[in-house]
T-cell receptor, first 115, second 111 residues
């Protein structure tokens, strides 16, 4: 069974802090994703990575950066946290090159609050 | 127009009923389709992929209509445990970054 693990279920940070969200998958998947989910807006893609050190902006990359130094780990960084980044953050992975025809597997999610 | 649209519901049906949801998508070149289920405050979990010829998994049947650009999910003999939000997911292109999620349809099964 695919396991996608996010480092924290709940996180509270202050405005202006630099925040790191970590995600690890154990199935040697090439693609990894970071989404945020807000009521009424559904899941929105922040960043996507298709290989080590490779990344692609999603729909809402502003205020975020990512790092993929190892295949199994994909980190999301909030450079200077703001209250409008309070949200549920979901990491996902799927196998196979750059095409998304395989279903994604999600981590448990991190509920982030910025005060 | 949204790229992937679902009726948000909520659908409130009695246990044992049959319920169906539709999901429309805007890009006729879309390549792959999925239904996910998401419980309150949990992550989405894959329910089933949707194949061109339609497919069934127990009480769940998924269909794809490319001509009208929609997919459907039918749940027969609904159980209390089927209460959840059902997300329609469409891959609209050749890149994994073109995977689009619908906003979800809420289903509530009452005893």
């Amino acid at each position: 069974d695919v396991k996608v693990t996010q480092s924290s279920r709940y996180l509270v940070k202050r405005t202006g802090e630099k925040v790191f969200l970590e995600c690890v998958q154990d199935m040697d998947h090439e693609n990894m994703f970071w989404y945020r989910q807000d009521p009424g807006l559904g899941l929105r893609l922040i960043y996507f990575s298709y290989d080590v050190k490779m990344k692609e902006k999603g729909d809402i990359p502003e205020g975020y950066s990512v790092s993929r130094e190892k295949k199994e780990r994909f980190s999301l960084i909030l450079e200077s946290a703001s209250t409008n980044q309070t949200s549920m953050y979901l990491c996902a992975s799927n196998p196979g090159g750059g095409d998304g025809n395989q279903p994604q597997h999600f981590g448990d999610g991190t509920r982030l609050s910025i005060l | 127009r949204k790229e992937v649209e679902q009726d948000p519901g909520p659908f409130n049906v009695p246990e044992g009923a049959t319920v169906a949801f539709n999901c429309t998508y805007s890009n006729s070149a879309s390549q792959s389709f999925f239904w996910y289920r998401q419980d309150c405050r949990k992550e989405p979990k894959l329910l089933m992929s949707v194949y061109s010829s339609g497919n069934e998994d127990g009480r769940f049947t998924a269909q794809l209509n490319r001509a009208s650009q929609y997919i459907s999910l039918l749940i027969r003999d609904s159980k209390l445990s089927d209460s959840a939000t059902y997300l329609c997911v469409v891959n609209m292109g050749s890149s994994a970054s073109k995977i689009i999620f619908g906003s979800g349809t809420r289903l509530s099964i009452r005893p």
